[in-house]
């Protein structure tokens, strides 16, 4: 018997969470049994642990989109037991229980060895969040960064803090936008340089042009945040668009893209390749400061969960929550 957060729903849809003893028997098919040390809180978990269940396929569920820990069993060659690894993606915590468990089953296709350089606690303070930080970073990377600030929306929320340090770390000059002006002085100590209060971007503008300011940017947010930012672009200037926090519509113009040549990259960080992924963990082992990440974790246990997947939907989880299962 083991410890897991289970979301169940009732005959009239309503859904609850709670933490339950669950068998090992009741685990999802899978190739590799995942003794689970570490997971996290994102937008998707409030998502499914809330009423209604957001994005849950079937009932009842255990959430948690990533997790860290150590293989138990392994029916493929690739992984043994003892072996540290993390999760993120794939649906896991949506389509296939997650990592709100102290055991988890999965196929093998979907893990990565941890890096070194980071144990389970750090990797789940990166977590699917930072994970995704840095696929929009390489994306910047790989068509250009610009001279100048790059700008990082939603800067003090989970992929935005990460994006920050790791941008600042390797030496770019950073403009935070953010809601709470609380958040100013976490946010430069994550790196930033520049603080933009976020109703600065959420004015209405009828130019789909301005002042060419920004070298680059990771949205976190989308929406007209992004629709601002996109005419704020320096001429070739790139925006790794990963939220939809701010709504699935662009109300945008062709024009930023037909007369300042701005790329709009967008990143999935689901479903990847597997040597995109095991690329991405190398690249935070090696350029997001370790050293900055315990001012970005909130902890957490499993009974924490419920509130904390309600506190996220209404913005106000600032940083990572990482959520120690065994605790």
């Known amino acids: 018997m083991f410890n897991a957060l289970m979301v169940e729903k009732d ?10 003893q669950i068998d090992l028997d009741r685990l999802p098919k899978g190739d590799v049994t995942v003794a689970v040390e570490y997971s996290t809180v994102n937008y998707k978990d409030g998502l499914c642990i809330g ?21 138990e069993t392994s029916d493929d060659p690739r992984y043994k037991a003892g072996d540290k ?82 941008l600042a770390n390797l030496g770019h000059e950073v403009a935070g936008v953010t809601g709470r002006p609380d958040t100013a002085d976490y946010l430069k100590s994550l790196g930033a340089t520049q603080i933009v209060a976020r109703e600065e971007l959420n004015e209405t503008t009828k130019r789909p042009l301005e002042a060419e300011t920004w070298g680059g940017c990771v949205d976190a947010v989308g929406g007209e945040m992004l629709a601002r930012v996109l005419g704020q672009m320096k001429y070739g200037a790139s925006v ?62 499993l009974s924490d969960l419920p509130a904390l997947g309600r506190d996220i939907l209404k913005g106000q989880v600032k940083g990572r929550v990482v959520v120690d299962v065994n605790a």
Do not use: C
């Open 85 to 166: 690894v993390v999760l993120t993606g794939w649906r896991v915590g949506e389509a296939h229980w997650g990592g709100y468990s102290q055991k988890a089953r999965v196929k093998a296709d979907w893990l990565v060895p941890l890096p070194d350089g980071l144990d389970a606690r750090q990797a789940m303070a990166v977590g699917t969040a930072g994970f995704t930080a840095m696929l929009a970073v390489m994306a910047l990377e790989d068509h250009g960064i610009k001279d100048g600030p790059v700008l990082v929306t939603g800067a003090a929320g989970g992929v935005g803090s990460v994006a920050t340090a790791i």
């Open 11 to 20: 005959d009239e849809g309503k859904t609850s969470a709670s933490v339950q």
């Open 240 to 301: 790794s668009a990963v939220g939809l926090a701010g709504g699935a519509g662009l109300p945008a113009t062709v024009i930023p893209f037909l007369l300042r040549g701005v790329n709009l990259l967008g990143i999935d960080s689901v479903m990847q390749p597997y040597d995109n992924r095991v690329r991405a963990w190398a690249r935070i082992a090696k350029d997001l400061p370790i050293d900055k990440l315990d001012a970005m974790v909130q902890p957490a246990v």
């Open 51 to 71: 009423p209604g269940g957001g994005l849950v396929r079937n009932y009842p569920h255990v959430p948690g989109i990533d997790f860290a820990g150590t293989v």
